[in-house]
C-alpha cells in the first residue's frame, strides 16, 4: 500500500490532546499543526525533536493539512503511528491470498457487524470453510531490543474485542486476533501485561476459548506500508 501523497519529513515539537501534533517542516523550518491518527499512548515514539514523516492534503473538508505516518527512528528503521494503515495494508494482503494462514479464503468483507455492537475488522469466508472473524490490532510499542508488546496503554476495548471473539469461536466459526507490527526493527512479539493485566487475562481467556494468534510485521519506507512476514509470539 502506496501512501496517497508523498510525505515530507518534519521534526516533532510536541503531541498533545492524542490527536494533534506541532511539527517544524524541514524543508522549509514552517511550524504546522498535523493530525495524528493514534489514540494510544506511544510510548517512546512522541519524544520532542524526533524525526517523523508527514503526509500533506489538499482536502477542503480537512481543517489539518498535514497527517502524521511515520516515526523515523534515523537509523534505517521505521514506525508507522497512523492506526488505520494496518487494516488497508491488511486488506491487500488477504485479496491476494498472501497470508498463508488464511490463504484459502477468497471472500474478504471488512467492517461487518458482530457482537455486542461491533465491527469486525474483517470477516472471511470460502465454500467448505468456517467463517473467519479477524481483528487487528496496531502493535507500535517497544520497551527492548526486537520485541514489540501490546498494549501500550490500558483498553478495555481491546478486551471487550477478545471477549466477543471468544464468542465466535464457541460458535464453531475461526476467530482470530491478528496483532500487526507496525515497527521494522521487531523480530518477537509478547502482551504488556503490567500495562494492562485486565487485557493479559482476557487474552488468555479468549486462548482458552479457542481463539487464535497471528503476528506479522511490515515492510514501511516514505513511499509505503506492507505486510511482511511472521514474527515469533512469546506469550
Avoid at 457487524?113 to 465491527?119: A, D, I, V
Avoid at 526486537?146 to 474485542?161: C, I, M, N, Q, Y
Wanted: proline share 7%; charged share 25%; glycine share 6%.
Amino acid at each position: 500500500m502506496r501512501f496517497q501523497t508523498e510525505l515530507v519529513p518534519a521534526r516533532l515539537m510536541r503531541r498533545y490532546k492524542r490527536f494533534l501534533a506541532d511539527c517544524v517542516l524541514e524543508e522549509c523550518g514552517t511550524e504546522i499543526t498535523a493530525h495524528c491518527a493514534n489514540p494510544g499512548s506511544m510510548m517512546g515514539l512522541a519524544e520532542p525533536d524526533t524525526r517523523v514523516w508527514l503526509e500533506p492534503n489538499d482536502d477542503p473538508k480537512k481543517k489539518l493539512k498535514y497527517g502524521w505516518r511515520l516515526v523515523d527512528h534515523e537509523n534505517g528503521h521505521f514506525t508507522g503511528v497512523d492506526t488505520s494503515l494496518p487494516n488497508r495494508a491488511l486488506k491487500a494482503a488477504l485479496i491476494a491470498r498472501a497470508l498463508p494462514p488464511l490463504a484459502a479464503y477468497p471472500l474478504v468483507r471488512p467492517e461487518v457487524k458482530y457482537g455486542g455492537n461491533s465491527r469486525i475488522d474483517f470477516l472471511l469466508s470460502g465454500d467448505g470453510l468456517p467463517d473467519a472473524y479477524v481483528e487487528v490490532k496496531s502493535v507500535t510499542l517497544s520497551r527492548q531490543p526486537g520485541l514489540a508488546e501490546f498494549p501500550d496503554s490500558v483498553t478495555a476495548r481491546g478486551a471487550k474485542h477478545l471477549a466477543e471473539l471468544s464468542e465466535m469461536a464457541k460458535a464453531d466459526h475461526r476467530a482470530i486476533m491478528l496483532y500487526l507490527v507496525q515497527r521494522t526493527d521487531i523480530t518477537r512479539f509478547a502482551l504488556a501485561s503490567d500495562i494492562d493485566p485486565a487485557y493479559a487475562a482476557a487474552y488468555r481467556a479468549a486462548t482458552a476459548a479457542g481463539v487464535e494468534t497471528f503476528c506479522f510485521g511490515t515492510n514501511i519506507s516514505p513511499q509505503g506500508i506492507e505486510v511482511s512476514g511472521p514474527l515469533e509470539i512469546a506469550i
